[in-house]
Structure formats: structure tokens, C-alpha cells
């Protein structure tokens, strides 16, 4: 979410600068922390000298397709953006940038994504990233988002695919360990953005998206919520029961996921346009904490 100086900036931003910002930056780095922790937990010990090198090919591939969704959004919903003041800043939505240029654009990150995960890694990363690149660019943005309140819950599950990607990019195949990792981002993804917007559900009321606080009203998405975190904080605890992570792991995810469960509880309580926007940072802080233990338990003896 860009704050008012970044908009302010951009309004003056050099046109390289514009192209990136269609990248959701912030959000890719999310996407590319979760796909690198996959890779990580996919090889026992320290990588060697080769699996490193597979590592750096996957990250960039990864990165540049996962750009390529973000401005492949922007590209689609430049009409809804320029009604929001959450995105009217972007280049897209003030028509700096053209639909031909942004299509171009997409395009080229796409292919030169595929081309690094295809002939630097393997065609199993390559295709599971494609496919993820179609799951956010067509069937969530062009289908599910207008259309249903439950987008984010259908739709979460292309957002959930990154540890999967790198698992697949060091192994080569898939076991049920990175999708017990996706399982926890599916599960997460709701309440993170619920908690988004409930306190922008004018926003996306104004641009006519069908967002749950929109059409069910603030009380039911709070409480929606609610009962996610705490499935949430369930699937949270299974790398531990399964073997996959120890100890440090296990203190770590309930502490993260009872701070998250608290958030939530006081969201459905009383609700504040405050406390949703604190709810809704902390789930960034809770993912990336949880996803940051599971590394380090992985290297402790």
C-alpha cells in the first residue's frame, strides 16, 4: 500500500520507476521470502556451490513472473484503481502508462522468467509458476474478484504457491511438506485481507468489487476472521506434529499465532478503523516471522 509521499513522487517518478511500481514490489518480496524458504527446507544442511546457484535462478524467475501478475493486474483493473484512492496513484490508473505498454511489459517479465526457471532450474518450477501466474492474473483478477465475495479464499490459493515453487526448484518433485506450507498461507490470506478491507470496504464499494465487508457487512467479516485465525493457528502448528520442525519452531508459531488470534478477537469485539489496520500488519509480521522460524529450526542441530 503506498503511503501519500509515495504517491506524491511518483506523480514526478522517472518512467523506469513507474514500470516498477507495477511490480507490487512489497508484495512480490513476500511472495519471493515464502518460495526461498521452501527452497531452504528442500535440502537438507547447506546448500552446495550447485543447489546455491539453482537457488539464485529460481528467486529471479520467480520474481520476475510474479512481477509480471502485478502489472498484469494493473494493466487489468486500471479503471477500478483510478477509483480507489488506495491505488490511484499508480501509473496505470492516471493513464501514464498505456495498456500496450503495460501488456508489453508483462509480457517481457513473464518470458524471461519462464526462460531462467525452464532452462536454469526445471520445467516442473516453470510450469507450476506459470500456472500461478495464470491463477492471480486471470482466474482471480479477470474472474473471481468482481464476481464473488469469497475471491480471496478461491483466488488465495494461487498466492499460497511460492514454497511449493521452491521446493519444486531444489527437488525437482513434491512431497506433502511444501504443501503443508501452502496450506498455511491459503489459510492466512483471508483474515490478512479481510482485515484490509474492512477499513477500505468504501473504497472498494466506490470501484464496485464485491469484497466481503461490501456485500456481508463489517460484523460478519469480522467475525470470519476470527474463526480463520484460529483454523490459521491450527495449520500452524502441523510441521511440528508431522516432523517437519522442532521445538523453536513449535514456541514460535504459538506466540505468532495466539498474537494473531488476539488481534482478531479484539477486531470482533470492538471494532476500530485503527485496530484493523494494526490486525492487518501484524498478519504480514505473523507470515514472515512464522515462515523466518521454520528456517532457523531447519539449521538448528
Known amino acids: 500500500m503506498a503511503s501519500t509521499s509515495t504517491a506524491s513522487a511518483l506523480m514526478h517518478s522517472p518512467r523506469w520507476q513507474q514500470f516498477y511500481q507495477l511490480t507490487k514490489p512489497r508484495v512480490v518480496q513476500l511472495i519471493v521470502f515464502c518460495a526461498a524458504i521452501g527452497m531452504a527446507l528442500a535440502v537438507p544442511g547447506l546448500p552446495d556451490l550447485q543447489q546455491a546457484l539453482t537457488m539464485l535462478a529460481a528467486i529471479a524467475g520467480i520474481w520476475l513472473v510474479a512481477g509480471a501478475a502485478a502489472a498484469f493486474n494493473c494493466l487489468i483493473e486500471d479503471g477500478i484503481d483510478a477509483r480507489m484512492k488506495r491505488t490511484a496513484w499508480r501509473a496505470t490508473a492516471k493513464g501514464e502508462l498505456s495498456r500496450p505498454q503495460t501488456l508489453a511489459f508483462s509480457a517481457l517479465l513473464c518470458a524471461a522468467g519462464m526462460a531462467l526457471l525452464g532452462f536454469y532450474v526445471n520445467l516442473l518450477t516453470m510450469w507450476l509458476t506459470f500456472a500461478t501466474f495464470v491463477g492471480y492474473a486471470v482466474i482471480y483478477t479477470v474472474i473471481l474478484k468482481p464476481t464473488t465475495p469469497q475471491n480471496i479464499v478461491i483466488g488465495g490459493a494461487s498466492g499460497a504457491m511460492p514454497p ?6 531444489l527437488r525437482g518433485e513434491l512431497g506433502p511438506e511444501p504443501w503443508l506450507l501452502c496450506l498455511i498461507i491459503f489459510l492466512w490470506t483471508p483474515p490478512h485481507f479481510w482485515a484490509l478491507a474492512l477499513y477500505r470496504a468504501e473504497d472498494y464499494a466506490r470501484a464496485g468489487l464485491p469484497m466481503l465487508p461490501v456485500t456481508h457487512g463489517n460484523d460478519y467479516t469480522r467475525l470470519q476472521i476470527l474463526l480463520y485465525t484460529w483454523v490459521l493457528f491450527a495449520a500452524t502448528l502441523l510441521p511440528f506434529l508431522t516432523g517437519m520442525s522442532g521445538w ?14 488476539g488481534y482478531a478477537f479484539r477486531l470482533w469485539r470492538s471494532y476500530s478503523e485503527k485496530l484493523a489496520r494494526r490486525t492487518f500488519w501484524f498478519s504480514i509480521w505473523h507470515l514472515s516471522l512464522l515462515f523466518a522460524a521454520l528456517l532457523i529450526d531447519h539449521y538448528l542441530p
Open 164 to 169: 511449493v515453487l521452491g521446493w519444486a526448484a
Open 248 to 261: 523453536f519452531y513449535l514456541v514460535c508459531a504459538v506466540a505468532l499465532g495466539l498474537g494473531f488470534c
